[in-house]
């Protein structure tokens, strides 16, 4: 009785410690152009959404929507960027670049721009650069220029042109190559270096922390001199010296299937996945869902050593399949299959309405 | 003393000056005894006596300085170098140019936030607005505008800026021309809306009222869609004024034209600190009109006002005298008791001074500059007025904006069908361009700028003998603004080098042979990147009488979008992505993504 008290009250005190939240969820009954929602991207009190069917704004507690009649080059919004100095906001689409600065929409296609691909599956933000992702390879977008620059099998080590995701920061640039693992460009002397799956494209995981996972990459978010990589088949973290490789059969990762990374620092990440979102704070995991079978609202905490508690919550996220995070303070905000939900921060001591 | 002593060298300077001085931009002192004036032609900027009207000292800035802002201590002037790309920091005690602040491309306007702290810069060539930190001299960010971002005027309180463009957005092929006002929250440093001007391009300078309700900009509403056969009409371009601020809640157009005397290109604008009345400077016609601003206003607010955006009769509401000024009058400035309206007169090299109350002009003040006139000057003067066309409707300078072009493609033939559409082109390094015309149809300039014009385009007179060769020397000698993305030393980024070399090529990445008439270089060849000569490259419509297009020069090109002879390519990627699928126009269709923008990163530098 005594030991079971104990597990109980160390179990608790686990999960206290990770982020609890009262989900709002959002569809197209509230205003949403579309359910399938691929990403979020916040801005102060304002929240973007891209889905399926257009761009969504979130502001004072109304979704507005945009569509290609007003200037988006394709309904379906793959990626968000916000250029937090300026408050621009940069649309990758599947029919090209599109930018929102002020109520105006400029687009970028490889027919009027530079643009390598009209398949653009992410874009970010660097200082007075745009990076891009396209299904042609990696571009660079000048923006006091306007020169481009495209980066793909003739001058990088890219193998597969197929980029999936980008992450600047001033030092590095790293690309998720779907099915060609990471590149990575060095600023300063901008050269680039390929990652790969030391056991080839093969699904094996024969040394788990030898290099990436795998080179099925599909997102990369690079913070603080530490590189995460999600993969359709695990996730990896690289401190520049040492892989750490995670997998749903060892790691609190709900699925091996994920479509993002985002990560807060060098030790604590959010990853989206098919089967839920993950939390993971350096030793801990959580996973927020609606339940795989029964979908009541929940959430899973995966503690050091392994052990699984379930937590009882009232509120879950609008589905399992998550495509993309953000965050707004405590908050966050989640992109799904099934709409936005925003994560309204449980604070010990703090009363929410 | 130490100014006086810096006047008197000034004017010594001046007697032996041989450029003109050109004023284009004026700011004044908060107790109202100088007005400063910036002095496009001979890059400086006088610090002239309200009392005395005399030119005390003046501080040699970068080339070819367009605008001015001051402290509102008066302690400092910041001036806008339009070819360096720069601004000018300069003690306007001492007339001295404390250092040099970076910008962006063709830096045109400017204005001080409510902090004091940032410059607001617009950069006509990068379309953009340089957020300029003052304490660390950088250009900190910049804010996307409109195409060809000119002018900036600050609310009273520097809490809003405000930016014009003149040229419109690039849109699809024959749509009327949209421009914009950008509003800046300066506090934020970001866009915080943009005012759309529909049917506009060619916005000039703002005003504000007192409280930052009310906004004025001059604009030319162009009717680049119908045939120039209605200039009689007064269908070529509108002459007006945007109003716009929370006090109308949103944006009317207010025309200034009366029928048969247009007040053509209506360019500086002022509201008195009362708010009784406003000011406007039209610099094609010589004239600044005094306009009732509380009628104005409610014009403007009337039910009626959208449908009087085109209504000649309209401005007889509202406009109360047409002043008589010097040459080509461009901004102006009310003293701080609003007593006078000081107006640069930029091709008489002359600020004429109107007395509010009289409604006249009262005094002149002479700048200096070389006289008698030489004829590239006078020629100037005639391509600045619109004395020449129907009704006074506009001049040459209307479409040519500063030289250069207005961005939009026109109707000019008088078949009133559609038949030959136009891209304006730019007139910079036209010397050795001859024919001209897009169908090359015009051997000389004289042909292209004497009976033409008034046949076709003025419907009134036109430009002959004496008059018609001091036309032809200016235009000759329209200088080529700097290309900003050359390198120092003629060097090239490898980019650059791989466009080049695309450019020169003369087989196919297959090793088959280019035909030489499709070779890049042989049509665009010499300084100017023309053989003159006229080519079919497959562009041409069933609208065109004819194929054959004049190979234009392409100095400069970058900036002079659209492109192709009917202004139906966007960009320069679309010239070849869109209107050459049959490699008429040069070999390209066997390039990959990445060498075409090479070969645009090339083009980029001539």
New interface residues.
Partial sequence: MKTALLLSLTLTATAADLPHFRWQNFTVENGLPDNRVYCVAVDGDKVWAGTDNGLALYEAGKWKTFSVADGLTHRAVLSLALDK????LWIATMGGLT?Y????F?AYT?????L??DVVYSVAVQG?FVWIATA?GGARLN???R????Y?E??TPMYEIWTYSVSPAEDKVYYAVWGGGILEFDVKTERWKDYNDPDGETELVLFKDQGLIHEITTSVSYVKGILWAATYFGASRYDGRNWRNFLDKDSGLPSNFLNQVKALDGDHAWFSTDKGLAYYDGERWATYRPALETHAPEMLVRDREGGVTRVPVESAPAYHYTFGVDFQGNDIWVATAKGVSHGIRNIPGETNP | MRLLICGLLSLLAMAGGTRYKSPDDLAISADGKRLYVVCSGSDEVLAVDTGSLVVLGSAHVGRVPRGVAITPDGTRLYVTNSWDDTVSEIDAALMKVMRKLPA?MEPTGIALDSSRRVLYVANRL?D?VSAIDLAGGTDA????SGRGASYVTASADGAHVYVSHIYPEVGKFRTAPIS?I?EIDSGH??????IVLKNAGGIFHMALSRDGRLGLAAELRPKNLIPLAHVEHGWVFGNSLAVFGEEIGGVVQMPLDEIENYPSMPFGVAISTDQTRAYVSASGSNEVLILDFAKLIAAARSPQAARLANDLSASARYVLARVPVGQNPRNIQLSPDGKKLYVANRLDDTISVIDTARSAVTSKIVLGGPTPLAAERRGEALFYSSAFSFGHQFGCANCHLDGTFDGMSWDLEPDGFGIDIVDNRSLEDLKNTAPFKWNGGNPDLQTECGPRTERFFFRSQGFRGNDLEDLVHFIKAIPLRPNR?RLPGGEMTP?QERGQAIFSRTIKKDGTPIPYQLQCFVCHTGPSYTNTASVDVGTGRASDRSPLIDTPQLTNVVNSAPYLHDGSA??L??IW??FNPEDKHGVTNDL???E??DL??FLKTL
């Avoid at chain 1, 100095?85 to 621009?88: F, I, K, N, V």
């Avoid at chain 1, 490889?110 to 530079?114: C, E, M, R, V």
């Avoid at chain 1, 020169?147 to 495209?150: A, G, L, R, S, V």
């Fill in positions: 100095r300026t408050h621009d930018r600065s002020a109520g105006r400029d490889q027919l009027t721009s530079g390598p691909n007075d042609a923006t006091r220029t020169q481009w620059n495209i793909n003739r001058n | 962006g990068s953009d960010r910049r804010l996307v914009e950008t440093q970001v866009v915080e809306k943009r993305y980019a966007r960009t990627e679309e992505t869109v990959t993504k990445d075409l923008n645009i990163e």
